[in-house]
């Protein structure tokens, strides 16, 4: 099995700057796509920015110029730099992982970590 704990969001104001990490762990061969994905009360849920093994990057129109989406293949890791912060970005954060395992390439989502932009 594989796990994904997210950390890093809270309270920030409008223009401030919040950075999230996404950890996984488990068994691990190799992950490929990591990303981040955000939901607003009512809304669904949204790509906010991905990026490959390779370091090919997609980010949401929303986004771009302000987040920096980024990973550390050593640690398993993939961050999200959020600054210039609007009331607009609250929503909660979930990031995902495909992760090749024994036998199986399986997408893996962590279980979400609040981010509130207050203005």
């Known amino acids: 099995q594989v796990q994904l704990v997210e950390s890093g969001g809270g309270l920030v104001q409008a223009g401030g700057s919040l950075r999230l990490s996404c950890a996984a762990s488990?068994?691990?061969?190799?992950?490929?796509?990591m990303g981040w994905y955000r939901q607003a009360p009512g809304k669904q849920r949204e790509l906010v920015a991905a990026?490959?093994?390779?370091?090919?990057?997609n980010y949401a129109d929303s986004v771009k110029g302000r987040f920096t989406i980024s990973r550390d293949n050593a640690k398993n890791t993939v961050y999200l730099q959020m600054n210039s912060a609007k009331p607009e970005d609250t929503a909660v954060y979930y990031c995902?992982?495909?992760?090749?395992?024994?036998?199986?390439?399986?997408?893996?989502w962590g279980q979400g970590t609040q981010v509130t932009v207050s203005s």
């Open positions: 995902s992982a495909v992760v090749r395992s024994i036998g199986i390439t399986k997408d893996y």
């Open positions: 488990g068994s691990i061969i190799r992950i490929n796509d």
């Open positions: 990026i490959t093994s390779g370091g090919s990057i």
